[in-house]
């Protein structure tokens, strides 16, 4: 079976291989297609499908971003979105400065904590346009405040810890909206990460977001288990949503997360990719 990977990050936001890299390292693995899902920027778009022409595996084009929601965080990912869209690039441009912002308040609550951390070192650490928590927990793995990236979150970073700053985020009706203007397919990521606690919840989240035209939902994450993905893909069915799946690999900014994991023994055949394909084509007719 040709399988696919539709969730992952490089250098130009929070992940540690860049475009190139993650191409040659998917063709490695034996993928057919993969979606590089860099968070609040376009500035991947180009370099991924240029090295996935040069090569095997087919690249999606696609980016990930966040809603305002509580408990939880609600991400949603735009495939096939056009990199050249300005109303897309424009809003993503707010989101980056809502980070430019939210990075240094993080930063002085670090440093009130006694960590000796400075914007300058994170900005270093990071290089892309896409600057984010995980690039300071490796600055604090670095300059051995904490064991583990993992750590650095749990301890300070995660919603609710000591460090933790909110950043500007949009309502998901905007944000499905700009991604459908910009040709794009929109999906609810990695749905566990709401934090919502029962099913009947969920699916009244999800109805809501299916009036706001939503897409698809990622029903295989490497953050779900069997019963989540049980759940996740039965919601999918219930509501016609088109499916995906995708590691969320980070390279070494998430550890222990391999291209290609999608959980424990699942593996996703490109026929998703094809109902996406299938699904735009039908948009685009009517
Ligand atoms: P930011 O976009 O700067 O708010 O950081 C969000 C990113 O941090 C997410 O995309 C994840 O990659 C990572 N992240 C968020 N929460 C955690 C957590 N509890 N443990 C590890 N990584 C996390
Ligand atoms: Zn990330
Ligand atoms: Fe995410
Ligand atoms: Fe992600």
Redesign the pocket.
């Given at each position: 079976m040709k399988e696919v990977d539709l969730?992952?990050?490089s250098t130009h936001s929070d992940g540690t291989m860049s475009p190139r890299e993650l191409v040659a390292y998917a063709e490695k693995k034996k993928l057919r297609a993969i979606a590089v899902?860099d968070?609040d920027t376009l500035s991947h778009i180009r370099g991924t499908l240029c090295a996935g022409e040069a090569s095997s595996v087919e690249v999606i084009a696609a980016i990930?971003v966040s809603a305002d929601f509580s408990p939880g965080t609600m991400?949603i990912l735009g495939y096939f979105v056009d990199a050249e869209n300005e109303e897309l690039f424009e809003m993503l441009e707010r989101f980056r400065e809502g980070r430019a912002i939210r990075n240094p308040q993080i930063i002085e609550k670090l440093n009130n904590a006694g960590m000796a951390i400075t914007y300058d070192e994170v900005l270093r650490e990071a290089g892309g346009q896409s600057v984010g928590r995980p690039h300071i927990a490796t600055v604090m793995v670095k300059k051995g405040f904490v064991r583990t990236t993992q750590d650095a979150f749990e301890q300070y970073l995660k919603k609710g810890a000591l460090a933790y700053v909110d950043r500007l985020r949009f309502n998901s009706e905007e944000i499905i909206r700009v991604i459908h203007n910009a040709g794009g397919l929109a999906f609810l990521?990695?749905p566990k990460q709401l934090l919502i606690a029962s099913v009947a919840e969920l699916e009244a989240l999800v109805e809501k977001l299916i009036a706001q035209g939503l897409d698809g939902i990622e029903v295989y994450s490497s953050s779900h288990n069997k019963r989540e993905r049980k759940i996740y893909a039965n919601i999918a069915e219930k509501y016609s949503l088109l499916v995906s799946g995708g590691s969320?690999f980070?390279g070494t900014h998430k550890n222990g997360i391999d291209m290609g994991f999608l959980g424990t023994g699942v593996k996703l055949s490109y026929d998703v990719v094809e109902k996406m394909k299938a699904a735009l084509a039908k948009r685009s007719n009517s």
């Amino acid at each position: 079976m040709k399988e696919v990977d539709l969730h992952m990050h490089s250098t130009h936001s929070d992940g540690t291989m860049s475009p190139r890299e993650l191409v040659a390292y998917a063709e490695k693995k034996k993928l057919r297609a993969i979606a590089v899902s860099d968070h609040d920027t376009l500035s991947h778009i180009r370099g991924t499908l240029c090295a996935g022409e040069a090569s095997s595996v087919e690249v999606i084009a696609a980016i990930e971003v966040s809603a305002d929601f509580s408990p939880g965080t609600m991400h949603i990912l735009g495939y096939f979105v056009d990199a050249e869209n300005e109303e897309l690039f424009e809003m993503l441009e707010r989101f980056r400065e809502g980070r430019a912002i939210r990075n240094p308040q993080i930063i002085e609550k670090l440093n009130n904590a006694g960590m000796a951390i400075t914007y300058d070192e994170v900005l270093r650490e990071a290089g892309g346009q896409s600057v984010g928590r995980p690039h300071i927990a490796t600055v604090m793995v670095k300059k051995g405040f904490v064991r583990t990236t993992q750590d650095a979150f749990e301890q300070y970073l995660k919603k609710g810890a000591l460090a933790y700053v909110d950043r500007l985020r949009f309502n998901s009706e905007e944000i499905i909206r700009v991604i459908h203007n910009a040709g794009g397919l929109a999906f609810l990521a990695h749905p566990k990460q709401l934090l919502i606690a029962s099913v009947a919840e969920l699916e009244a989240l999800v109805e809501k977001l299916i009036a706001q035209g939503l897409d698809g939902i990622e029903v295989y994450s490497s953050s779900h288990n069997k019963r989540e993905r049980k759940i996740y893909a039965n919601i999918a069915e219930k509501y016609s949503l088109l499916v995906s799946g995708g590691s969320d690999f980070h390279g070494t900014h998430k550890n222990g997360i391999d291209m290609g994991f999608l959980g424990t023994g699942v593996k996703l055949s490109y026929d998703v990719v094809e109902k996406m394909k299938a699904a735009l084509a039908k948009r685009s007719n009517s």
